[in-house]
């Protein structure tokens, strides 16, 4: 399941290997969002089905009859392979989303995906196919066991979306941000959250909690960035350190609580992932990996630049009209 399959180089690859395994016997399906198709052309559910793939399309847009779902985007990355392995986290599917040397600095895209194993595939399959009954009208099943072995680290998934699951990420985050005691780190490519959440940022770092927001410095989607920038005060004013990383554009997603909790997967900051998008993410409770992860987002601060509070105060009139405009329309950025 992904939101983008780009039908280039790379996704070509994918189609392939995806081919091959369904002329081998084995049971593949692929879901795509009917909206992020749309950045491909040819079109990767046509070459699918072209290769014998069962391939649906999720809430694809219409004129007639008019479907009135085009805000409610299927975000998931999701890749699960017999059971055994399993990846999760923010890439899409494509080459303009892996990070290249050389060419465009531009059209580089850096970003964090997981591997995973173990029960928690069992999770991430069964809302696969909850999206997958929902697109094909086929009866989900429920998916096989996973053997546990007993090792590992405790983690489980977490999924939100416009229908029973309605605003619990954002629950979620507010609820782990109001229990932190020492260090939050936040990274991620669009930041726009509800007031709640702003409020529970503002109060961590008013009782002592030190709290790191990294964001990308240069944006793939401008009037974000600038609407970003808009509201930016409100977190530094009460102490929030607002970092930029430099180029490429960052699309990883983390956060992290008292080097103890961690939060991966698809979702992003802002009004269409907290709100409208079915959005899936995996809770990762261990010190190691948390600490691990705080490492990667201590080297991406290192490698960029603070955020202060005098160079938003000093934008100029042109800038703070511009940003203010892209502000109003954050409900659907």
């Given at each position: 399941s992904t939101y983008i399959?780009?039908?280039d180089e790379t996704g070509q690859r994918f189609i392939d290997a995806l081919a091959e395994a369904?002329?081998?016997?084995?049971?593949?399906?692929?879901?795509?969002?009917?909206?992020?198709?749309?950045?491909?052309?040819?079109?990767?559910?046509?070459?699918l089905r072209r290769r014998g793939v069962p391939a649906e399309r999720f809430l694809p847009p219409r004129l007639l009859p008019p479907r009135m779902s085009l805000n409610l985007?299927?975000?998931?990355?999701?890749?699960?392979?017999?059971?055994?392995?399993?990846?999760?986290?923010?890439?899409n599917l494509g080459g303009r989303h892996l990070r290249r040397a050389g060419g465009d600095e531009r059209d580089r895209v850096s970003d964090l995906h997981f591997r995973l194993h173990g029960p928690i595939l069992r999770q991430l399959e069964a809302e696969f196919l909850r999206a997958w009954e929902l697109a094909s009208g086929e009866p989900a099943e429920e998916p096989p066991e996973v053997p546990d072995s007993g090792e590992g680290i405790w983690c489980r998934t977490l999924t939100d979306?416009?229908?029973?699951?309605?605003?619990?990420?954002?629950?979620?985050?507010?609820?782990?941000?109001?229990?932190?005691?020492?260090?939050?780190?936040?990274?991620?490519?669009?930041f726009l959250p509800p007031r709640e959440i702003i409020g529970a940022?503002?109060?961590?770092?008013?009782?002592?909690?030190?709290?790191?927001?990294?964001?990308?410095?240069?944006?793939?989607?401008?009037?974000?960035?600038?609407?970003?920038r808009n509201m930016l005060w409100e977190v530094l004013y009460q102490g929030v350190r607002v970092h930029y990383q430099p180029a490429p554009f960052a699309h990883g997603k983390l956060f992290v609580v008292d080097g103890r909790y961690t939060l991966i997967g698809s979702s992003n900051w802002?009004?269409?992932?907290?709100?409208?998008?079915?959005?899936?993410?995996?809770?990762?409770?261990?010190a190691d990996f948390a600490e691990r992860m705080s490492a990667f987002i201590a080297d991406r601060i290192s490698a960029g630049r603070p955020v202060t509070l005098d160079e938003v105060?000093?934008?100029?009139?042109?800038?703070?009209?511009r940003d203010s405009l892209c502000w109003l329309a954050t409900p659907y950025l």
């Open positions: 399959f780009d039908t369904r002329e081998r016997g084995v049971d593949v399906r692929v879901l795509v969002d009917g909206f992020g198709e749309y950045y491909s052309w040819p079109r990767p559910v046509r070459r985007r299927n975000h998931h990355k999701i890749l699960v392979v017999d059971g055994r392995e399993g990846f999760t986290g923010g890439m979306g416009p229908d029973e699951d309605l605003d619990r990420i954002t629950m979620l985050l507010s609820a782990t941000i109001a229990q932190a005691r020492e260090r939050i780190d936040i990274m991620t490519p669009y940022l503002q109060a961590a770092s008013l009782r002592g909690v030190e709290v790191h927001l990294v964001l990308p410095e240069k944006n793939n989607l401008p009037f974000v960035h600038w609407a970003m802002d009004a269409r992932s907290l709100r409208l998008n079915f959005e899936l993410q995996v809770e990762v409770f261990d105060d000093n934008r100029g009139l042109p800038e703070r009209i």
